[in-house]
């Protein structure tokens, strides 16, 4: 989760254009707090105050597998080991405050807010869809829900925040998978 935390920190001081993605896959605890977490991290009260910062919010959408709890994380990992060793880690990561553990698909948007303040709703987005047991074994799910999301996320975007179009721009639904 630092890692993550590093990577969506430094896309919203720097790494993202406005209207850029990011598109990153992670295991996180407890995901039912990760959009708090996200908000926190990325959040208006955490950026800085370049015009560049102060211009932008940012939508985030996280696909979430189904969360196991701390005393099945890792099991396997286990295996033929005394079992003091899986104990003293699971007991480690409820020290931790770690719940359960999560596979998750982010998608980060930077958005430029007008003049008018527009998509300034409160600063920062993140919707957190529900989990699905098999996230990266549907394909069908993968191929087509994951897509139209985005497609969604992305035209919303554009409607509340029209841009002129270069011919280098592909049409909205192109290039996803």
Same mark, same amino acid.
């Given at each position: 989760q ?9 896309c919203?001081?720097h790494l993202?254009?406005?209207d ?8 996180? /605890?407890?995901?039912?707090?990760? /959009?708090?977490?996200v ?5 208006p009260?955490?950026?800085?105050t370049? !015009? ?7 939508h985030?959408v996280?696909f979430?597998s ?9 099991a ?5 080991r005394?079992?003091v060793?899986r104990?003293r880690?699971v ?11 999560s596979?998750?698909l982010?998608?980060l948007e930077?958005r /430029?807010i007008?003049?008018?303040g527009?998509?300034r709703q ?5 919707d957190?869809? /529900? ?5 990266w ?10 897509p139209i ?8 975007g ?5 841009? !002129?179009r ?6 909205v639904g192109?290039?996803?998978?």
């Amino acid at each position: 989760q630092v890692v993550l935390e590093a990577i969506l920190r430094a896309c919203a001081e720097h790494l993202l254009s406005l209207d850029g993605r990011l598109i990153a896959v992670a295991q996180v /605890p407890n995901v039912e707090d990760f /959009p708090a977490r996200v908000k926190e991290w990325i959040g208006p009260s955490r950026r800085g105050t370049s !015009a560049r910062e102060a211009s932008t919010d940012f939508h985030a959408v996280v696909f979430r597998s189904w969360s196991t709890g701390v005393h099945d994380f890792m099991a396997s990992a286990f295996e033929g080991r005394p079992p003091v060793e899986r104990q003293r880690y699971v007991l480690g990561l409820q020290d931790a405050g770690v719940r359960t553990m999560s596979d998750i698909l982010v998608v980060l948007e930077s958005r /430029p807010i007008d003049a008018a303040g527009l998509h300034r709703q409160d600063g920062t987005i993140v919707d957190l869809q /529900p989990e699905r047991r098999d996230l990266w074994t549907d394909l069908g799910f993968l191929e087509t829900s994951v897509p139209i999301i985005l497609v969604d996320l992305i035209v919303a975007g554009q409607i509340a925040q029209p841009r !002129a179009r270069d011919a280098n721009h592909l049409p909205v639904g192109q290039g996803f998978l």
